[in-house]
């Protein structure tokens, strides 16, 4: 099934804040045009907008354009406070948990979206992921990144999850990686990406970079090296093969489209179509 591999669309900053459904519509149908390939399927993974009107109207059409459509939740998805979260200095949504399962209802209507969370679906495998704090490196000094989240981090100030326990949350998605390395997919998805993706050289001496990744080790190596591992998070693209201590060679992928501002080389990535993939 020839697939389009894609992530972080951060739909907020690109189209705009209306619950006008022509109007949305109309500024999906640029971006498809401008940045997404034809294939069988689509593969997301995570960051699609801050807003779920925004969110589940792009699901509505993207699934028009794809036969199959497979996403993830990103960070940005989980946004209840500040930024897109509030109408009219109200919250929309009390906690994380509420609108995440509004937006699960809502993809029922559309059964070529598959959501995944913890789940597999047509080999598949998905699942937001969490970042676990190992990476410490900050010109050689260590940093409390676990103490700073709440206040420093977007997802410590926007989210409403879980009571806010980022140990909570990670060891949650742990779990799920956990089951779903052990169904072996052809395709492992996750939003936050494996330090075995690679550090970009300008985020290696940041404390930040802690809350973006996670050691990726023990699930790479109980999956076969056909799977491929599609992450998003770091605003880059990058296609990369990490050597586990078998000898397995495990490709692992990221093309984000990333915010208006950016400059990473996505059109070029777009055009050598590296991300456009058959999975058999």
Same mark, same amino acid.
Request: hydrophobic share 40%; glycine share 8%; aromatic share 16%.
């Given at each position: 099934?020839?697939?389009?591999?894609?992530?972080?669309?951060?739909?907020?900053?690109?189209?705009?804040?209306?619950?006008?459904?022509?109007?949305?519509?109309?500024?999906?149908?640029?971006?498809?045009?401008?940045?997404?390939?034809?294939?069988?399927?689509?593969?997301?993974?995570?960051?699609?907008?801050?807003?779920?009107?925004?969110?589940?109207?792009?699901?509505?059409?993207?699934?028009?354009? &794809?036969?199959? %459509?497979?996403?993830?939740? $990103? /960070?940005?998805?989980?946004?209840?406070? !500040?930024?897109? @979260?509030?109408? *009219?200095?109200?919250?929309?949504?009390?906690?994380?948990?509420?609108?995440?399962?509004?937006?699960?209802?809502?993809?029922?209507? &559309?059964?070529? %979206?598959?959501?995944?969370? $913890? /789940?597999?679906?047509?080999?598949?495998? !998905?699942?937001? @992921?969490?970042? *676990?704090?190992?990476?410490?490196?900050?010109?050689?000094?260590?940093?409390?990144?676990?103490?700073?989240?709440?206040?420093?981090? &977007?997802?410590?100030?926007?989210?409403?999850?879980?009571?806010?326990?980022?140990?909570?949350?990670?060891?949650?998605?742990?779990?799920?990686?956990?089951?779903?390395?052990?169904?072996?997919?052809?395709?492992?998805?996750?939003?936050?990406?494996?330090?075995?993706?690679?550090?970009?050289?300008?985020?290696?001496?940041?404390?930040?970079?802690?809350?973006?990744?996670?050691?990726?080790?023990?699930?790479?190596?109980?999956?076969?090296?056909?799977?491929?591992?599609?992450?998003?998070?770091?605003?880059?693209?990058?296609?990369?093969?990490?050597?586990?201590?078998?000898?397995?060679?495990?490709?692992?992928?990221?093309?984000?489209?990333?915010?208006?501002?950016?400059?990473?080389?996505?059109?070029?990535?777009?055009?050598?179509?590296?991300?456009?993939?058959?999975?058999?």
């Amino acid at each position: 099934m020839l697939t389009y591999f894609i992530s972080d669309l951060h739909l907020d900053a690109r189209c705009p804040l209306t619950t006008n459904k022509a109007v949305l519509r109309k500024s999906f149908e640029e971006l498809y045009n401008q940045f997404f390939l034809p294939a069988e399927a689509v593969s997301i993974a995570g960051d699609i907008a801050d807003d779920d009107f925004t969110f589940v109207t792009f699901c509505e059409f993207i699934a028009e354009k &794809y036969k199959q %459509v497979y996403i993830i939740f $990103g /960070n940005h998805d989980l946004t209840v406070r !500040g930024s897109f @979260g509030d109408v *009219d200095g109200f919250m929309k949504w009390k906690t994380t948990e509420d609108k995440l399962d509004y937006i699960q209802i809502a993809l029922l209507a &559309y059964p070529n %979206v598959h959501l995944l969370d $913890g /789940n597999v679906v047509d080999g598949f495998g !998905g699942t937001m @992921g969490m970042c *676990d704090f190992t990476y410490d490196r900050y010109e050689g000094r260590p940093y409390d990144t676990v103490g700073t989240w709440h206040n420093e981090w &977007y997802d410590g100030r926007h989210w409403n999850y879980m009571g806010q326990d980022p140990i909570k949350i990670w060891e949650s998605e742990e779990a799920k990686m956990d089951d779903l390395v052990k169904a072996a997919p052809k395709v492992m998805l996750t939003h936050f990406f494996p330090t075995q993706l690679g550090i970009q050289d300008q985020f290696v001496d940041t404390y930040k970079t802690a809350w973006y990744c996670f050691d990726g080790t023990k699930f790479l190596e109980q999956l076969p090296d056909t799977t491929i591992w599609q992450c998003g998070h770091t605003h880059g693209c990058i296609d990369t093969r990490w050597m586990d201590k078998n000898g397995k060679g495990h490709r692992i992928i990221c093309n984000t489209l990333g915010l208006p501002h950016e400059t990473f080389p996505f059109a070029m990535f777009k055009e050598a179509k590296i991300f456009l993939i058959d999975i058999v």
